[in-house]
């Protein structure tokens, strides 16, 4: 349909994507670039961090026409400090919602806004684009340690949902729910008020060691699933989990489901919880909840043992590290179909390949109520996949990455 570029002179990296009803297209990400390409009306048209080098950056927000042939808006967002746009999701209005993490004590905030000042060493944040691109809101979220904000996603009711990561104690100050055990780096998920100026609802989940939650999705239920990584072995699985045992070696990945009236009700929130992994290394870096009755997560795990099921694609570890696709029951939270990613042309090694290559991994997966499920990530070949009419058939580089549609059952 359209393909483009997007920067200045130096290093500039997207790192989410959304998209309006019209077919409009959101990119956020981070430049080091003082010459990225923002528009006359902007409301930070200037690059306060990015000086021209790699070393400090600035975050950006651009919003490209649905042909991909002009920019509708595109701006900064910024401090002195390093700063990156790491999540964005538009609502029916066509407001722009999105956040990350700044090390800037002098970002663009809203007068009044609920936290008004860097609370520590890094902060999250979020902010929100008009229609237009022309006015903006924003706040700080966190407190005296390294805190930053993951995913946001708007309900069809138009409540606003936000999920992020903190080593902070004091942050939030008031929790409606703390499950599990205050550790070194806990998840927290909060519903906040639109003019960002009201307290919102938080809720803690983790256990005594590192956790980090890497995607957030609703379905229409109102239902909140999130999906990240764990190196507690602790961390708050329900009873009759899937994997309820931490299995390994320094982290697993993990699935939780929230029910709708966590935020508003004194109610236990965690529906269930489970554990995702097996003996080696294994990372979640996103969940969709669009196809009613799944939630589908993808990864990258160094698992031999990772649980893949019968119909699988590839049933096993092909190298040190292979990326995963998993479909669970939204009801209970078990396996309905497991996958290994793999390259089919790869001879099982596990010693000639450095534990810390990355072979591949899936790094986006969007279901939808047709039952298309798109799934994307980077790859050193994944050649038995590739269909006959494909935009490219033929891997060119290294690593390259991947698109491909599947269809379940509705």
Known sequence: MYSTLLGGSFRTQPYAVAADRFGNAYVVGGTCSSDFPVTIQAPQGRAVGSRGSNATCDGF??????????????????????????????????RAWFGGWTSSVDLPMTSGALQQGNGGVTDGFVGTLDPSGKTLMATYLGGSGPDSVTSIKIHSDGSIYVAGNMASNEFPRNPSHVVGTQGASDIFIAKLNPSLKT??????????QNDSVSSMDIDAEGNVFIAGTTQSHDFPVTKGAWNPVFRGGT???????IQPNAFETKSFPVVWATFVGGSGEDELFTVSAGLAGSVFAGGRSSSKDFPTTKNAFRPQLQRANDGCLIQISSADGKPQFVTFIADAKATTSFNLTPINEINDQVTEVVATRTGDVFVTGWTKGIDYLISRNAYQKISKGNTEPFLFRLRFSR
């Open 199 to 208: 307290v919102p609802v938080f809720l803690r989940i983790g256990g005594a």
């Open 251 to 257: 982290k697993d990945g993990f699935v939780l489901k």
């Open 61 to 94: 927000i651009t919003k490209l026409n649905t042909t991909g042939s002009k920019t509708e808006y595109s701006t900064y967002f910024g401090g002195s400090g390093s700063d990156g746009v790491s999540t964005i999701a538009v609502d029916v209005t066509g």
